[in-house]
């Protein structure tokens, strides 16, 4: 799993049982107690949930190596054209995109399926970074 990760391969977790099974994997895994709360009626297209996942462990790992958090949660749903995706944290806070950190490429990323990412980290907490993707089916 870990190979097909770095390669930026969907997971079979992905693949086979949609986004809840799969950050639910990832959620597993992070340094700090996550809890996952997924609401979809149906799955988006393939290429998006992809990038929702890639884009929530990303968000993991920055929590896991930055926050210093004690705990963190992941909620999914639609908003009608739109898959979002939350990520908040209760660590530290300051997190900054536009100071060139890993949160500007993923914004980058984001922003090239006509996605958004917005970042709500006041200095000493707590952290939410809101994600937004079209949902195309």
Known sequence: ELRDLARGIHPAVLTD?????ALSSIASRCTV???VEV???????QAIEGIAYFTVS????NISKHAQARNASVDV???GSRLMLQVTDDGRGGAN???GSGLAGLAERLDAVDG???VDSPPGGPTTVTAELPWRR
């Open 17 to 21: 049982r949609g986004l809840d099974a």
């Open 33 to 35: 107690p996550v809890s």
């Open 39 to 45: 609401d979809l009626d149906e799955r988006p297209a």
């Open 58 to 61: 990303e968000l993991l790992q």
């Open 77 to 79: 749903w639609r908003s």
């Open 97 to 99: 995109p536009a100071e």
């Open 116 to 118: 958004i990412l917005a």
